[in-house]
């Protein structure tokens, strides 16, 4: 996760932060290595996926899934810092930029090279257009998921708290009995 905020990005909020992507994972049956709350100097938390695996976005539900995983994040941080489904703006964040980069290879939209300076603006808005209302639509759907796995959520990020890293299969166990 990054910063940049409105609120302190305690270890709690990290907590959380970090619970979200790795519920939704466990939910989606997406893999990961494990999940962490200690500070590795360029990020205070992380969802660390498998060795040299590629993101799957290859059709629909793969990508539905890898998108609903990237903003599960800020969804349950949010969810717990208001106690509601609040989206903060986050340009630039790590999360929302790899979900730009997924997004753009998706929808195999590469930079293009266009002469003229009025129809490349009006591409590059057309682009952008449609990139904030995925990013609007999905946001939505992300607190839903967020709302509907909370216990499980609340939970691992208790845990978390306490052991500061978990192990997948760990994860797992502690969630799964949670999710529905
Ligand atoms: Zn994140």
């Avoid at 990020?43 to 695996?53: C, I, Q």
């Avoid at 990013?135 to 939505?140: A, G």
């Avoid at 845990?159 to 797992?172: P, T």
Wanted: glycine residues 6%; charged residues 30%.
């Amino acid at each position: 996760m990054d910063g940049g905020c409105l609120y302190e990005a305690t270890e709690e909020v990290i907590a959380h932060h970090e619970a979200g992507h790795a519920v939704i994972r466990v939910l989606f049956r997406i893999p990961f290595t494990k999940v962490s709350i200690l500070s590795d100097g360029d990020t205070a938390g992380r969802v660390v996926p498998l060795p040299n695996r590629t993101v799957n976005v290859s059709n629909d539900r793969a990508f539905y899934r890898m998108t609903m995983t990237a903003l599960a994040g800020f969804a349950a941080e949010e969810q717990f810092v208001f106690g509601e489904s609040v989206w903060v703006e986050r340009i630039g964040a790590d999360d929302i930029e790899d979900l730009f980069g997924l997004w753009k290879i998706r929808n195999r939209e590469y930079p293009v090279h266009i002469e003229d300076p009025s129809l490349r603006d009006q591409y590059q808005k057309a682009i952008d257009a449609q990139w904030a209302n995925f990013l609007l639509d999905s946001r939505c759907e992300a607190e839903d998921l967020v709302c509907e796995q909370w216990r499980a959520i609340e939970t691992l990020a208790k845990a978390l708290l306490e052991k500061k890293e978990m192990g997948a299969s760990e994860v797992r166990q502690l969630v799964r009995p949670l999710l529905h």
